[in-house]
């Protein structure tokens, strides 16, 4: 059965970090593009960071330079490190994967590409 798992969200103030993981079973990250979404109540769920099979990444303009996403094959596990967080960095954190190629693994991929969610993990950054 494929699952993501996330955790690593908690609270924090702003300026401070935090490293959410992304724990896959079922299949290997490294065969598919993985995502990191987030959302908060009344908005629409919003795409962060992605990483493609070759490990290319690609961020929202609103976290370029302060998030990173990486994985590790190994460990079947995708991350995201939260550096310099801000109050708008809070809600809740998705991690997603599909594996319809790199062309569609980008941030403003359309939710539906992507055919596996995790439970969420949430954030909540204080100012």
């Known amino acids: 059965q494929v699952q993501l798992v996330e955790s690593g969200g908690g609270s924090v103030q702003a300026g401070g970090s935090l490293r959410l993981s992304c724990a896959a079973s079922?299949?290997?990250?490294?065969?598919?593009?993985m995502g990191w979404f987030r959302q908060v109540p009344g908005k629409e769920r919003e795409g962060v960071a992605t990483?493609?099979?070759?490990?290319?990444?690609i961020y929202a303009d609103s976290v370029k330079g302060r998030f990173t996403i990486s994985q590790d094959n190994a460990k079947n596990t995708v991350f995201l490190q939260m550096d310099r967080l801000k109050p708008e960095d809070s809600g809740m954190y998705y991690c997603?994967?599909?594996?319809?190629?790199?062309?569609?693994?980008?941030?403003?991929?359309?939710?539906?590409?992507?055919?596996?969610w995790g439970q969420g993990t949430q954030v909540t950054v204080s100012s």
């Open positions: 997603a994967a599909h594996n319809l190629g790199s062309g569609l693994c980008y941030p403003g991929t359309p939710h539906r590409v992507f055919r596996t």
């Open positions: 990483i493609d099979t070759d490990g290319r990444t």
């Open positions: 079922g299949y290997s990250p490294a065969t598919n593009c």
